[in-house]
């Protein structure tokens, strides 16, 4: 299974918003509603940001949104913040019943 | 809240089998609530999903490492084990456990274990 493609890096000023993308397959981001959204600090575990395309856990500050269309999720981060500059993965489920991992994007607050 | 504890060497020598395991608190490894998942960070570069178990040992594996992947849970301990076999350079990493509780994966991480590859 292949990789899910992110651009290497995305970057924005404070107070602006970013989007990130995820781009896939039918077989695993157009196929289901698996799609997952990380935060990486260097150093640091990920930290679930978003689950099941847009739902975001308890605790994740509601500037972080997800939407997918097609075989492209996103990531959206409004009201850029200093904290918010760190590595985002994507993840989804398969048509096989396994994970795929996006490549990763680093996130820089200018 | 669960939490997840990764222990293991922090050094294994090339040909042979990397061994971690995942202490899980907070929660039963038999619940039912949750797959255990095994993932991966070489030092610079991205996450590689290895696998997950459920706890009846249903077990599911990337296929470029289920050759020389074994995935096993004990109940008893609250606790599940990665084996990674004819382990190379290429197999020098962070380690991490997690959970997927449905569709929200992965929710829950360990802290993460570096294991060094080298003679």
């Known amino acids: 299974q292949s990789a899910l493609t992110q651009p290497a890096s995305v970057s924005g000023s404070p107070g602006q918003s970013i989007t990130i993308s995820c781009t896939g397959t039918?077989?695993?981001?157009?196929?289901?509603?698996?799609v997952s959204w990380y935060q990486q600090h260097p150093g640091k575990a990920p930290k679930l940001m978003i689950y099941?395309?847009?739902n975001r856990p308890s605790g994740v500050p509601d500037r972080f949104s997800g939407s997918k269309s097609g075989n492209t999720a996103s990531l959206t981060i409004s009201g850029l913040q200093a904290e918010d500059e760190a590595d985002y993965y994507c993840?989804?489920?398969?048509?096989?019943?396994?994970?795929?991992f996006g490549t990763g994007t680093k996130v820089t607050v200018l | 809240q669960v939490q997840l504890q990764e222990s293991g060497p922090g050094l294994v020598k090339p040909s042979q089998t990397l061994s971690l395991t995942c202490t899980v608190s907070?929660?039963?490894?038999?619940?039912?609530?949750?797959?255990w998942s095994w993932i991966r960070q070489p030092p610079g570069k991205g996450l590689e999903w290895i696998g997950y178990?459920?706890?009846?040992?249903?077990?599911y594996y990337n296929p470029s490492l289920k050759s020389r992947v074994t995935i096993s849970v004990d109940t008893s301990k609250n606790q599940f084990s990665l084996k990674l076999s004819s382990v190379t350079a290429a197999d020098t990493a962070v380690y991490y456990c997690?959970?997927?509780?449905?569709?929200?994966?992965?929710?829950?991480w360990g802290q993460g274990t570096l294991v060094t590859v080298s003679s």
């Open positions: 997690a959970s997927c509780s449905g569709g929200s994966c992965f929710d829950y």
């Open positions: 907070g929660g039963s490894i038999s619940s039912g609530d949750y797959y």
């Open positions: 178990i459920y706890y009846s040992g249903s077990t």
């Open positions: 039918s077989s695993d981001v157009g196929g289901y509603n698996y």
């Open positions: 099941e395309v847009s």
């Open positions: 993840s989804s489920y398969t048509s096989s019943s396994l994970y795929v």
